[in-house]
Every structure is written in structure tokens, then in C-alpha cells.
């Protein structure tokens, strides 16, 4: 598995395991040169959207990734986690809808977080 894949899929499911809302993926890799992959979550509150980000950031560093930086945090509305390849966005319901990024980068490819990681398994094998 490649060093992004990886990390999207350690992120994805300890989100997954935390309880963040609506997860998204977007393979932005043909569109830009800043990242292959973003990761959107929502958060209920902003103490839930700290722990999202925490949560990430320690199964990340289980397997050895550390991040560039993280942006947000002490506010809470958007945490923006710097992965290098994949760039981790964290929001309050409030700041997903106002920012959009869904619609921001529409011409990347939409993909479904639980078919993503299913790719990923069944590559290993």
C-alpha cells in the first residue's frame, strides 16, 4: 500500500471509530499538485471535532506519520491536519456548509470511504 493510501485509510477509520459525521473522500491527485487525497469529517460540537482531530493524529502516529502541521484547533471550527499527500479537513456542521469544500473541488473524484478502503484490503491480498 502506498504511503498515501495508508495514511487516508488509518484516517478514515479511526474518524470511523470516533464517530465523525458524513465522511468523505476526494482523490484530488489529477487536479492539483498539493495532495492526492482530501479527507472531510464533521464534527456534532467542538469538543468533538478536537477529539476527531486528536484521535487521527494519534492512530496516524501509531504508524509512524506525523503531520507538517494543524491548523484550527484551538478554535475548533476547522481543523486542517497537513499530511503531506493527504490533507485531513475536520469541521463543525456550521463551517462544513459555509465552506463547502465538496463543491470547492468537485472536479476531483468523490469517493465512498467504505469502497475505498475495500480497494485497499483486497490490494493486499
Same mark, same amino acid.
Given at each position: ?15 470511523? %471509530? ?6 468523505? /473522500?476526494?482523490?484530488?491527485? %489529477?487536479v492539483?499538485? +498539493? ?16 477529539? #476527531? ?6 492512530? #496516524? ?8 502541521? /494543524? ?8 481543523? #486542517? ?8 479537513? +475536520? ?9 463547502? #469544500?465538496?463543491? +470547492? ?9 467504505q ?11
Open positions: 500500500m502506498d504511503r498515501s493510501r495508508q495514511i487516508a485509510c488509518t484516517a478514515i477509520a479511526s474518524l470511523e %471509530d470516533h464517530k465523525g459525521q458524513d465522511i468523505r /473522500i476526494i482523490d484530488i491527485h %489529477d492539483t499538485v +498539493i495532495a492526492d487525497y482530501f479527507i472531510i469529517a464533521g464534527g456534532s460540537n467542538i469538543n468533538q471535532v478536537k477529539a #476527531l482531530a486528536d484521535h487521527v493524529e494519534e492512530a #496516524l502516529g501509531r504508524k509512524g506519520f506525523t503531520t507538517s502541521r /494543524i491548523e484550527g484547533y484551538n478554535s475548533a471550527s476547522w481543523i #486542517l491536519m497537513d499530511y503531506g499527500d493527504v490533507v485531513i479537513h +475536520i469541521f463543525s456542521k456550521e463551517s462544513r456548509q459555509f465552506y463547502d #469544500l465538496e463543491r +470547492i473541488w468537485r472536479d476531483g473524484k468523490n469517493m465512498d470511504p469502497t475505498f478502503m475495500q480497494e485497499e484490503a483486497q490490494e493486499e491480498v
